[in-house]
């Protein structure tokens, strides 16, 4: 395998970690996705570049790799900085929690839940950022009531209104060896224009009173105050002097919640404008290494319904009260324990409608899935079987369903879900088997 000039490379399999799926499922809002012309499965289909304080961090995948480069504003030291890229590989390794082995979390999750191992295969490779906590919490004070692509879209217009630009790039080449043939049919047309890149903007610039109407300008409703009132907050209590590496000191208060447990760091969360208890749990799972916490909402009610023999009813909205969080939180983490978080995060995407074709033949974000047309099932009603073993099982399938739908319809009631169980005759016993211990 070639690496990507201007890349280093790390050797990391796509079962540990799926960029495809990790940065595209309302986790981070910020980073830039461009197509790559790849003509086989093993080349990288895109590169994903994240503004840091003072670099932009640019990555692409294969099966086997992921590849990163860093690009600093001025001119490039000649010959490249080891140092520097050390430092990326370093962030790298904290952002994506390497060190977790993922592999070992899906092998028991599978072996608590058999939900899970239904699909285990094909939503390979999700797992928790570790993202710095003054973004992660005010992205997700923009999440309430509101959808992946126009958080995307505000947490953006907040980075380009309130920090400078540090550098800006033209979109990634398109060669990527020298022996790389342009495929015929490229994904989609390049863009032509350079990006500017902006590092999240640190409390104080987000702490000033004009901020609010700003931000109301550029369409944040009434999480326009929150922001403001929440940067405002956390300057009052914890003053805004810059620590030696940039960071404010609300920042470096916000990473010391890391070290405490899970209630008292949830209290002190909750004191901010516009943070419920939702939004807490994000910021607990997604930068304050709370692996436990599982956020829930309406969606993640209607999984735990849908698949958990949680009580409601299914595809009707429910009011959240806390009692009902508190259940459907002890019950989700009987079900997967300790990483709980890491879990439902990865049946959360499952459920996502922009991962309905995720991880199928055709057509695919993952090149590498591309499998042969064979495969590829003529029953509409179910995705195809993907990559499990496929002539025998596709064949006994509809049996199997039509057996258990007999025997657990609460278990499988929406066959045209992307979690659509493929192993339904042994979920069934599964059920059944749980139903009579418990
Ligand atoms: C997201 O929300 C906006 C505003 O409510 C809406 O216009 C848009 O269609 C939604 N997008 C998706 C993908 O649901």
């Known amino acids: 395998m070639s690496v990507p000039s201007g890349f280093r490379a790390l050797p990391l399999p796509l079962i540990q970690l799926s960029l495809a799926a990790v940065l595209k499922c309302g ?8 197509p790559l012309p790849a003509s086989t499965p093993s080349e990288p ?15 692409r995948q294969s099966p086997d790799t992921l590849f990163y480069r860093s690009v600093f504003a001025g001119p490039p030291p000649h010959p490249p900085d080891d140092a520097r890229e050390a430092e990326t590989l370093t962030w790298l390794k904290d952002y994506f929690q390497l060190d977790v082995d993922l592999v070992k979390l899906y092998d028991e999750w599978s072996e608590r839940d058999p939900v899970f191992r239904s699909f285990r295969t094909r939503f390979e490779g999700i797992r928790m950022l570790r993202q710095d906590p003054w973004e992660n919490l005010i992205s997700f004070i923009c999440s309430s009531n509101n959808n992946i692509s126009r958080i995307t879209k505000m947490v953006k217009s907040l980075c380009k209104q309130y920090s400078p630009p540090l550098l800006s790039l033209p979109p990634p080449t398109f060669t990527l060896g020298s022996l790389h043939t342009p495929p015929l049919d490229p994904p989609e047309p390049p863009e032509l224009e350079v990006e500017e890149f902006h590092p999240f903007p640190p409390p104080s610039s987000l702490a000033r009173p004009d901020v609010s109407a700003t931000l109301r300008s550029l369409g944040f409703g009434y999480r326009a105050d929150f922001i403001q009132k929440t940067a405002q907050m956390l300057i009052d209590e914890h003053g805004a002097d810059k620590a030696s590496d940039c960071q404010e000191a609300p920042e470096m208060w916000l990473r010391t ?32 290494d709370k692996k436990e916490v599982i956020p829930i909402d309406t969606h993640v009610h209607q999984i735990a319904i849908k698949h958990y023999g949680m009580r409601g009813t299914s595809g009707t909205k429910q009011a959240m009260n806390p009692k009902l969080y508190d259940e459907i939180n002890a019950k989700l983490c009987k079900v997967w324990g300790d990483y709980a978080g890491w879990a439902h995060s990865v049946l959360f995407t499952a459920d996502l409608k922009s991962f309905a074709s995720y991880g199928l033949p055709t057509p695919s974000p993952t090149p590498v899935k ?10 509409d009603t179910l995705p195809p079987p993907l990559p499990l073993p496929t002539t025998i099982r596709k064949s006994r399938k509809r049996k199997q369903l039509t057996e258990t739908i007999a025997v657990a319809p609460a278990a499988i009631s929406d066959t045209s879900s992307p979690m659509v169980l493929q192993e339904a005759g042994s979920l069934a016993e599964r059920v059944k088997r749980r139903r009579r211990q418990g």
Do not use: N
């Open 257 to 288: 919640l890391r070290d405490m447990p899970t209630p008292e760091a949830r209290l002190e969360l909750l004191k901010l404008m516009g943070v419920g208890r939702k939004v807490a749990d994000c910021v607990m799972l997604m930068s304050l």
């Open 27 to 34: 986790q981070s809002f910020r980073w830039s996705i461009y």
């Open 45 to 59: 289909s895109h590169e994903y570049r994240l503004c840091l304080r003072d670099r932009v961090v640019c990555l």
């Open 370 to 379: 591309r499998s042969s047309p064979s495969a590829v099932v003529e029953d």
